[in-house]
């Protein structure tokens, strides 16, 4: 192919050449930058679309609208009772009672075991008394033994 020379092309470079990338594109293109590729602001979606969205409740308007209606002095409208306790409103009666005697059986349990723990302090006082007797007892059994002369080798007379 004597009549087409072929030369190898070699990819410009430098500001002519194009947006260089890697390490050294930050000083470069710091020099040749150009206003269109500057930050934009973002600009929401208009349209047909956008107008026609329809705005989804959030979870806590969701939450809002479920819980029951609140009437004057702070009191809960006895209508939505079965949504407040979760009990339906035949078995209603049946769970006032239970719950009462629940409390009522919680406070004897609870003075039972305030008793309890009175008698038990009172059990371990008189055992550490009981020990502090026998402690003293057994001293004053060896004072006398070894006033008597009993265990020094017998009777010094």
Known sequence: MPGAS???TVPPTGPSG?????????SSSSAVASPSLGSKPFNPPTGPAAHNAVQRPTLAQNLMNTMPVV??????????TPMT???AKEFEMHHRKLKE???RIREELN?????LRKYL????????????FELKSDLSEKSLNTLA????GGASF
Do not use: F, H
Request: proline share 8%; no cysteine; net charge negative.
């Open 71 to 80: 009437l004057a002095a702070g009191k809960v409208d006895p209508s939505s």
């Open 121 to 132: 302090r009172n059990w371990e006082k008189m055992e550490r008394e009981s020990k502090a």
């Open 101 to 103: 005697d629940e409390e």
């Open 149 to 152: 002369g009993d265990g020094l």
């Open 6 to 8: 072929v030369s190898p």
């Open 85 to 87: 306790t979760g009990v």
């Open 18 to 26: 194009g947006i260089p990338t890697g390490p050294r594109a930050a």
């Open 111 to 115: 003075t039972k075991q305030e008793k």
